[in-house]
């Protein structure tokens, strides 16, 4: 019998180590350096914009926004290693919002994505019926924009930008007023964290 018992504590010795410290029932993960670096594009609260929020792409859109794309240039990798899509909401009756996209992959298909862009740059003046026109940006290692914004109605502005082996697209629709300074801020805040991660 206190072999039986002697036995039963060695086993559950055995498993308690493995545990590592957790509280019961968590279980041990381990995420790759791309999960990680993908996560770091997810902005806390305190570094959004004044009275913006965070909204689920669910709650916001209803579904996914695809694949970011302008004047039919993919403003995404071909292959990536891990990505986040979110949403922040300025909540209040202007409308106001930004969709981010944040896309892990390869440095040099990250540069990629932004050459070609960078190629369409000055005749990307027409998407989806809008007429539009390059804008000025500098965050990340490089960036490139473009403000739609006729008719007003339907206005649209899309900064993308890399640092190292990211690739970020944060795109403002509006139905009122575009959230220029705003998204400009959302996007610095984000170029941010992947600079200090």
Same mark, same amino acid.
């Given at each position: 019998?206190?072999?039986?018992?002697?036995?039963?504590?060695?086993?559950?010795?055995?498993?308690? +180590?493995?545990?590592?410290?957790?509280?019961?029932?968590?279980?041990?993960?381990?995420? $790759?350096?791309?999960?990680?670096?993908?996560?770091?594009?997810?902005?806390? @609260? @305190?570094?959004?914009?004044?009275?913006?929020?965070?909204?689920?792409?669910?709650?916001?859109?209803?579904?996914?926004?695809? /694949?970011?794309?302008?004047?039919?240039?993919?403003?995404?990798?071909?292959?990536?290693?891990?990505?986040? /899509?979110?949403?922040? %909401?300025?909540?209040?009756?202007?409308?106001?919002? #930004?969709?981010?996209?944040?896309?892990?992959?390869?440095?040099? %298909?990250?540069?990629?994505?932004?050459? %070609?862009?960078? $190629?369409?740059?000055?005749?990307?003046?027409?998407?989806?019926?809008?007429?539009?026109?390059?804008? @000025?940006?500098?965050?990340?290692?490089? $960036? /490139?924009?473009?403000?739609?914004?006729?008719?007003?109605?339907?206005?649209?502005?899309?900064?993308?930008?890399?640092?190292?082996? #990211? #690739?970020?697209?944060?795109?403002?629709? +509006?139905?009122?007023?575009?959230? %220029?300074?705003?998204?400009?801020?959302?996007? +610095?805040?984000?170029?941010?964290?992947?600079?200090?991660?």
């Amino acid at each position: 019998m206190a072999r039986k018992h002697v036995a039963a504590l060695a086993a559950l010795l055995l498993a308690l +180590a493995g545990c590592g410290g957790e509280e019961p029932g968590e279980a041990e993960t381990t995420r $790759s350096p791309e999960y990680e670096r993908a996560d770091l594009t997810l902005l806390p @609260s @305190s570094a959004l914009p004044e009275g913006w929020t965070e909204v689920t792409v669910q709650e916001r859109l209803g579904s996914s926004p695809g /694949i970011p794309q302008y004047c039919g240039v993919r403003a995404a990798p071909a292959d990536v290693a891990e990505g986040r /899509i979110t949403t922040y %909401d300025e909540g209040r009756a202007l409308d106001r919002y #930004v969709i981010v996209w944040s896309m892990v992959a390869d440095e040099n %298909d990250a540069r990629q994505v932004m050459d %070609d862009l960078a $190629s369409h740059r000055d005749e990307c003046v027409q998407e989806d019926g809008r007429t539009g026109r390059p804008i @000025s940006t500098q965050v990340g290692d490089e $960036s /490139i924009g473009w403000a739609f914004d006729e008719p007003a109605s339907s206005a649209f502005q899309a900064i993308v930008f890399r640092r190292d082996e #990211v #690739v970020v697209v944060v795109a403002a629709p +509006a139905a009122t007023v575009l959230p %220029d300074a705003e998204q400009r801020a959302i996007a +610095a805040a984000i170029d941010q964290r992947l600079l200090d991660g």
